[in-house]
C-alpha cells in the first residue's frame, strides 16, 4: 500500500471508530444480506461478541497498516481461525462488499472514492493473506 493510501486507511478509521458499534451491526446485516451461506456460519455465535471481535480485528489491522510484518503475521492467524469456522474463498468476496458498504454508511461523505479504493486495497491485502494461511491449514 501507498503511504498515502495508508494515511487515508488511518484517518477514516479515526472518523469511523467513534460509530465502530454501529458500524459493526452494519458490517453484519449487509453481510447477512449478500450472503445467506455466511450467516449460517454465525448461527450459535453471540453477535454481541463477534461483533466486538470485527471491531477490534480492524482496530489491529489499521494498527498494522504501516508494519507489514505484524500485518500479515495478524492476517495470516486469522486465516487460519477463519478456516476452522468454514470460512470459505467466496465469503471472501463478501465480506469486502459489505465491509466497504457498512464504511460508506459510517463516514458517509468523508468515503470520497479515494478513501474507498484505500480500504479496498487494505481489505485486499488482508483477505489475499488470510486465503492463503487458510489453504495451508486445510491441506
Known amino acids: 500500500m501507498s503511504p498515502e493510501a495508508r494515511q487515508m486507511v488511518k484517518e477514516s478509521w479515526a472518523l469511523a471508530a467513534p460509530a465502530a458499534e454501529e458500524l459493526a451491526r452494519g458490517f453484519y446485516a449487509r453481510l447477512f444480506e449478500i450472503d445467506p451461506d455466511a450467516a449460517r456460519l454465525f448461527a450459535a ?15 489491529a489491522i489499521v494498527a498494522a497498516v504501516d508494519e507489514p510484518r505484524v500485518l500479515v503475521a495478524d492476517a495470516a492467524a486469522l486465516g487460519r481461525r477463519h478456516a476452522g469456522y468454514g470460512a470459505a474463498p467466496p465469503h471472501y468476496a463478501s465480506v469486502g462488499e459489505a465491509l466497504l ?24 491485502l488482508v483477505a489475499a493473506v488470510m486465503r492463503r494461511a487458510a489453504g495451508a491449514t486445510t491441506r
Open 45 to 59: 455465535t453471540d453477535m454481541d461478541a463477534q461483533r466486538d471481535k470485527f471491531v477490534a480485528m480492524l482496530v
Open 101 to 124: 458498504l457498512a464504511l460508506a454508511t459510517a463516514l458517509g461523505p468523508a468515503f470520497t472514492p479515494e478513501v474507498r479504493a484505500a480500504w479496498a486495497e487494505a481489505y485486499t
